[in-house]
Nanobody, 125 residues
Framework: QVQLVESGGGLVQPGGSLRLSCEGS????????IAWFRQAPGKEREFVAD????????HYADSVKGRFTISRDNAKNAVYLQMNSLKPEDTAVYYC??????????????????WGQGTQVTVSS
């Protein structure tokens, strides 16, 4: 079992920044790929970014490339999502998730095994 807790969401104006955190417990956090997904009202949950076990490999959705940065601190069992130049279309509940098995496409939602409860991000003036 892996427990995940997200934090750092809130209300921000367009062009602003937020930093989301995901803290894990229950297993050796550094053994797994971790990702951020988001779900806007009335839409399906979508991939945002993922980071490999070592932190050396990352992937981003085209919609956030150049604006968001994913990072991790395995000593703290934490993964972060720095979000800059936020847009109203970034408004969503953001979830972190753990991919237990090394094989499989890390951008696909169905490869993830454990999820946090989500944190709301609202971008509005």
């Amino acid at each position: 079992q892996v427990q995940l807790v997200e934090s750092g969401g809130g209300l921000v104006q367009p062009g602003g920044s937020l930093r989301l955190s995901c803290e894990g417990s229950g297993r050796t956090f550094s053994d797994y790929t971790i990702a951020w997904f988001r779900q806007a009202p009335g839409k399906e949950r979508e991939f945002v970014a993922d980071i490999s076990r070592s932190g050396r490999v990352t992937h981003y959705a085209d919609s956030v490339k150049g604006r968001f940065t994913i990072s991790r601190d395995n000593a703290k069992n934490a993964v972060y999502l720095q979000m800059n130049s936020l847009k109203p279309e970034d408004t969503a509940v953001y979830y972190c998730a753990v991919k237990m098995h090394p094989a499989g496409d890390s951008t696909r939602i169905d490869y993830y095994d454990y999820w946090g409860q989500g944190t709301q991000v609202t971008v509005s003036s």
